[in-house]
């Protein structure tokens, strides 16, 4: 997909993990492309998520709408060691396309990405990843985010919004 780095716009997406077994979902407004067919996501290493990512190396980026607010927000609140989040919140997986990590059922769009690099900060590891797969839903992605998309945007704290309406500036 020509423009496969737009579906990260705008923040967040949610990711999802899995490794023997084990698969996890985490809010993550920490990412962005770095190249069109490459995307970077930065993850606290004393997070689930990021253990399973390290062994894995491999994840989905899935971007929700806002009727989904409530997943996004308690599968970016509770950690994965603590609760099974995809049992617990009946999250529908299915079957990744060129991974085996799968992506989240009825999202508007995914990202299915394999890890290239780890580069290690005090807290955080940024992993760069290459796009083997993205796919997005026709009634709100074309070339770029359809204002009809109503995409989850985090404001801050407990603040979300949505874009409602786009403009163009005159040339």
């Known amino acids: 997909m020509r423009y496969a780095y737009r579906l990260l716009h705008p923040r967040p997406a949610l990711v999802v993990v899995a490794k023997n077994g084990k698969t996890n979902a985490m809010a993550l407004a920490w990412h962005m492309p770095v190249e069109e067919s490459k995307v970077a996501i930065a ?41 099974d989040k995809i049992d617990e919140f009946g999250i529908e997986l299915e079957n990744g396309t060129k991974i085996e990590t799968p992506h989240i059922k009825g999202c508007l769009g995914y990202l299915e990405c394999k890890v290239l690099d780890e580069i290690k900060l005090e807290e955080h590891s940024i992993f760069i990843a290459e796009i083997v797969h993205a796919w997005a839903d026709k009634r709100y992605f074309k070339d770029v985010w359809l204002e009809n998309a109503k995409i989850a945007m985090h404001v801050g704290k407990k603040f979300f919004t949505t874009p409602s309406e786009y403009f163009k500036p005159s040339e």
């Open 43 to 83: 993850v606290d290493r004393e997070n689930y998520t990021y253990e399973l990512i390290a062994k894995s190396k491999e994840f989905t980026l899935n971007v929700l709408s806002i009727d989904k607010l409530d997943l996004i927000w308690k599968v970016g609140t509770l950690s994965g060691r603590e609760i």
